[in-house]
């Protein structure tokens, strides 16, 4: 287990009573009894933002794929392990949140059936067929109906600005958090990233910090949101 730690320099609750729904880590899809499809994801950035937020008094929820990390003192913590119910956990739970930012790296594809027992291997080439999974950040507002502020993340490698602010309008969000995947020692499995936040007018670049830091400015922002 990894510990969790906030930074000294944190203040403490300014507006508090919030309520906020963070999804993170990633999702695990079956190939069969034994085996799955996932990604990098360690989880810690979004259990950062649950702990920044309950740091500053806010309710929080925080639904997450399967990582090896502490959950944060005093966060509501519901544990899935695939998209599907990664979805329909963050459907069901929606009601009366103010803040929603889904940080979670959910698998895009998933394989179209679940082998019942251990796929036994031959000789020559075996091949997966895959379906997309929900996607849960695009259903917020369509389908789940959601109109509190709205939070997304954006893995890019090139034109960071434009296809952040593309998938920011596409999706409805209030704030994409952006980070550039393609530069070394942040992002995925790294204990430090550098972001940009960018909204409908606004493109903000954070310094590179630790995730713990950036928690606190995303969730301060993310508040700045709400009307
Ligand atoms: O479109 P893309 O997958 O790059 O969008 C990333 C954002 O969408 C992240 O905020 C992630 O949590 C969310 N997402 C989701 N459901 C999916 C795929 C991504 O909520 N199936």
Request: hydrophobic share 40%; net charge negative.
């Amino acid at each position: 287990m990894e510990n969790y730690a906030l930074p000294n320099e944190v203040s403490g609750g300014r507006m508090g009573g919030m309520k906020f729904l963070i999804t993170a880590g990633p999702t695990r899809e079956a190939l069969d009894p034994v085996r799955y499809l996932t990604n990098r994801s360690t989880g810690r950035m979004g259990y950062a933002l649950a702990g920044a937020a309950r740091h500053e008094g806010h309710d929080v929820v925080l639904i997450s794929g399967p990582t090896t990390l502490d959950v944060p003192e005093g966060v509501d913590f519901i544990q899935v392990e695939t998209a599907q119910q990664m979805y329909d956990t963050v459907r069901d739970l929606l009601r009366g949140v103010d803040v929603a930012i889904l940080c979670a790296a959910v698998a895009d594809y998933r394989p179209v059936s679940v082998a019942e027992h251990k796929i036994k291997k031959s000789e020559g080439r075996l091949v997966l067929e895959l379906e997309r999974t929900p996607d849960i950040l695009g259903s917020m507002r369509s389908e789940f109906g959601y109109k509190g502020v709205l939070v997304g993340f954006a893995a890019e490698t090139q034109d960071l600005v434009a296809h952040a602010r593309e998938k920011l309008l596409r999706k409805g969000c209030d704030m994409i958090v952006a980070n550039d995947v393609s530069r070394p020692g942040i992002g995925f499995g790294s204990r430090e990233n550098e972001v940009t936040l960018i909204t409908a007018d606004r493109a903000e670049s954070l310094p590179r910090e630790t995730k713990e830091w950036l928690a606190m400015r995303i969730v301060e922002h993310a508040l700045s949101l709400l009307p």
